[in-house]
């Protein structure tokens, strides 16, 4: 049966918030997760997924876990290994305890960031391609796909990987032409991943339909998402204010844009 209760990590966040408005629509009961208090949801638990204790009860009689919850940009390892690492160990560790069936992970671009785009009539960028994180956030991504392959093997946990690229409410830069998942399109797609059958743990890239797309969503598209966006509209006033990509700058030659050439940590 489709799941109705969904385990929601991260609902403070900015992608949180866009889908605690868009997913309750799909018919799904979201019980929420933050370790900061999430607006207007007195009901939402603050824990930190370091809370082993906590994070059992929270993923208690869930249907299923749509896990965003962690460090969402370049930090210390530190930092990335407890929130990322440790905190999504955590949480699959407590999911498998309790039964839950299924989670959708928030993996990155990043996880492969210094996979060069493709240009000209390169193909797409394959699911498959080898991992080429571009920051310690970016091996936090990697690692979190690794660890839902081995729940799946090991346990039959199953897991979605979505890469995401740039989920926000409008495209902001040239590069984003490519990476963009419009809001509505990513509830689409987490819907299409809580819902899929036999998804055992299958990685996709997370985007709308763009124009401009770099890599291939055949593989979200088997699940049952059906992007409905285009950056496109967008393109001429981004292009306008900061010009065309430069193929000699690593940073606009790379999928994980500025994280490739930004300084090994910088400070969060
Ligand atoms: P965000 O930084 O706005 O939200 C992350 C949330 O996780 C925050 O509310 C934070 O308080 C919470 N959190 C951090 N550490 C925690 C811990 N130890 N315990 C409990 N909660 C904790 O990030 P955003 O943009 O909402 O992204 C959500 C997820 O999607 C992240 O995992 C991010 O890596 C991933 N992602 C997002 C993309 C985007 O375009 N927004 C692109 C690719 C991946
Ligand atoms: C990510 O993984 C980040 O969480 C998000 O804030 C954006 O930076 C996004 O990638 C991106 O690459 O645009």
Not at 81 to 97: K, P, S, V
Request: proline fraction near 7%; aromatic fraction near 8%.
């Amino acid at each position: 049966p489709a799941p109705r209760t969904v385990l929601l990590t991260g609902a403070a966040g900015g992608l949180g918030t866009l889908m605690r408005d868009l997913l309750p629509a799909y018919g799904y009961e979201l019980r929420l997760l933050d370790l900061h208090p999430v607006e207007d949801e007195p009901d939402a638990i603050v824990a930190d997924l370091a809370d082993k204790t906590a994070v059992r009860e929270a993923v208690r009689g869930v249907d299923a876990i749509i896990h965003l919850a962690g460090i969402s940009l370049e930090a210390s390892f530190e930092k990335i290994l407890r929130a990322n690492i440790e905190g999504t160990y955590n949480l699959y560790e407590a999911a498998h305890e309790e039964g839950v069936g299924r989670v959708v992970f928030a993996s990155s671009n990043h996880a492969v960031g210094f996979t060069p785009r493709p240009r000209g009539d390169a193909p797409l960028i394959p699911v498959d391609t080898p991992r080429r994180p571009d920051t310690f956030y970016g091996l936090s991504k990697s690692f979190g796909e690794d660890l839902a392959q081995f729940y799946w093997d090991k346990h039959g946990l199953e897991t979605v990987s979505v890469r995401i690229g740039s989920c926000f409410p409008e495209p902001t830069s040239v590069r984003m032409l490519s990476l963009w998942m419009s809001p509505a399109d990513g509830a689409r797609l987490f819907h299409a991943a809580l819902t899929a059958e036999n998804v055992e743990h299958t990685v996709v890239y997370g985007s709308s339909a763009n124009t401009r797309l770099w890599w291939d969503l055949t593989t979200a598209r088997t699940l049952g998402y059906d992007p409905q966006d285009d950056s496109e509209p967008y393109a001429e006033k981004l292009i306008a204010e900061q010009g065309e990509l430069d193929p000699e700058n690593i940073a606009h030659a790379c999928l994980g844009g500025h994280f490739v050439s930004d300084p090994p940590i910088w400070p969060y």
